[in-house]
């Protein structure tokens, strides 16, 4: 993957694992914060991503990771979803597996501010999600 355009965040997920389909709307909300600063990497086949695009709001591109899950396995995944911080150099600077606010929402801030904008929130106890959901 090219990182050469500056910091992106990484959302690995598998469109039937019921945590990824919670954490989507949420993933969603970096695009909407930080345009072009996200992509997912689903482990699924390419229609099978965009079906759960529309079904659960990701908002952005995914591109497919399939078996034998090559780029899985280069950034370790253990469990999706995972997201990842890296840096425009490929160097990995955050690492969120499962769905954990804290986490997002530090990805959140961290990216906003290697990008000079102010922070988004991307969950909050208000939205209903769970504070933690191991995937």
């Known amino acids: 993957m090219d990182f050469g355009g500056g910091p992106t965040a990484l959302f690995f997920y598998k469109v ?6 919670m954490a989507a709307p949420a993933a969603g909300k970096f695009e909407q914060a930080y345009p072009g600063r996200i992509v997912g990497v689903g482990q699924d086949p390419e229609e099978k991503l ?4 529309r079904q659960f709001g990701l908002g952005f591109g995914s591109v497919p990771d399939l078996p034998p899950y090559g780029v ?33 929402n530090s990805v959140s801030e961290r990216l906003a501010k290697l990008l000079g904008v102010d922070p988004a ?14 995937g």
Not at 16 to 21: G, K, N, S
Not at 78 to 104: A, C, H, K, N, Q
Request: net charge negative; proline share 12%; glycine share 8%.
């Open 16 to 21: 039937t694992c019921p945590v990824c389909q």
């Open 72 to 104: 899985s396995e280069a950034y370790g995944i253990i469990s999706v979803p995972t997201l990842f911080l890296v840096g425009s150099e490929g160097t990995l600077l955050e690492s969120v597996p499962s769905w954990d606010r804290d986490g997002y």
């Open 50 to 53: 965009s079906e759960f695009d």
């Open 121 to 134: 929130p991307i969950s909050e106890p208000s939205d209903g999600l769970p504070a933690f959901r191991p």
